[in-house]
């Protein structure tokens, strides 16, 4: 129904940067939110940025200032800027696109994509 494909992980050293990119298809007319998620090592999984269709953000404490999270509502894409990356960022990162506010609501998610910050 819905299918979010992402790309732009890797291996970096601290203090670099990296962009992941999803990118929504599928029968669906609108996203609320898009937004990323991330679980690392032995962590459960928790909001890294999210955005609304309007524009609005919210940034997990431990990464404002350093990761920059947009979206393309025409495109349905959303894209995190990921900055002065830190080893403690290294985790699993998801792409989630869900909807609110209207019936129906749904969620869904992507494969996951590794990010590594190491030496």
């Known amino acids: 129904q819905v299918q979010l494909v992402e790309s732009g992980g890797g291996l970096v050293q601290p203090g670099g940067s990296l962009r992941l990119s999803c990118a929504a298809s599928g029968n669906f007319v609108s996203i609320s939110f898009m937004g990323w998620y991330r679980q690392g090592p032995g962590k459960e999984r928790e909001l890294v940025a999210r955005i609304a269709s309007g524009g609005s953000t919210n940034y997990a404490d431990s990464v404002k200032g350093r990761f920059t999270i947009s979206r393309d509502n025409a495109k349905n894409t959303v894209t995190l800027q990921m900055n002065s990356l830190k080893p403690e960022d290294t985790a699993v990162y998801y792409c989630?696109?869900?909807?609110?506010?209207?019936?129906?609501?749904?969620?869904?998610w992507g494969q996951g994509t590794q990010v590594t910050v190491s030496e």
């Open positions: 989630n696109a869900n909807r609110r506010g209207t019936v129906p609501t749904w969620d869904y």
